[in-house]
């Protein structure tokens, strides 16, 4: 614990290289698209703001997605895992995350694949991405057609 502790410091004293493009991304889903126009116009804004808890919990590239939604997918997919190896210390995880686009785009494909597989809608799975499934669990379906990200995705 005490060495996972100190790698993860160690990494975010040299945080990810913000200016690495991560789009465009070979082999995404064309879902998620729409989901890069919102989250970076596609690529172009990736200077996420940082989460509370640090860089494993900060949104990430043109998608937005937070290394920790990635690794828990990784976590649960034998696919994610047998295609990228090794990474099941959170700190390895992030330093591949950050520099691997092609671990990138598998993950945002196969949380996508589960957003819509346990949301009964399309609506539901773009709030689900952009605020979690715990938020969407607990949202009305008032709110999540009223909610601005929802709408704005549908209206591309």
């Excluded at 990228?84 to 995350?97: H, I, N, Q, S, T």
Aim: proline content about 5%.
């Amino acid at each position: 614990m005490l060495i996972t502790t100190l790698v993860t410091y160690v990494i975010c004293l040299n945080p990810p290289m913000s200016e690495k493009a991560t789009w465009p991304l070979d082999g995404l889903n064309h879902e998620l698209n729409s989901i890069a126009s919102l989250e970076s116009s596609y690529g172009r804004n990736v200077n996420h703001r940082r989460h509370p808890k640090g860089e494993f919990h900060t949104a990430y590239g043109s998608l937005g997605l937070k290394p920790s939604t990635a690794h828990w997918q990784w976590t649960i997919s034998p696919t994610l895992q047998q295609q990228f190896p090794g990474l099941k210390d959170e700190a390895v995880f992030l330093r591949e995350f950050w520099s691997n686009k092609k671990l990138y785009t598998a993950c945002a494909n196969e949380h996508w694949r589960y957003l819509r597989r346990v949301t009964p809608t399309l609506n539901r799975a773009v709030y689900s991405w952009r605020w979690g499934l715990g938020a969407s669990s607990t949202a009305s379906d008032e709110t999540v057609a009223a909610d601005t990200y929802t709408k704005r995705y549908g209206g591309r």
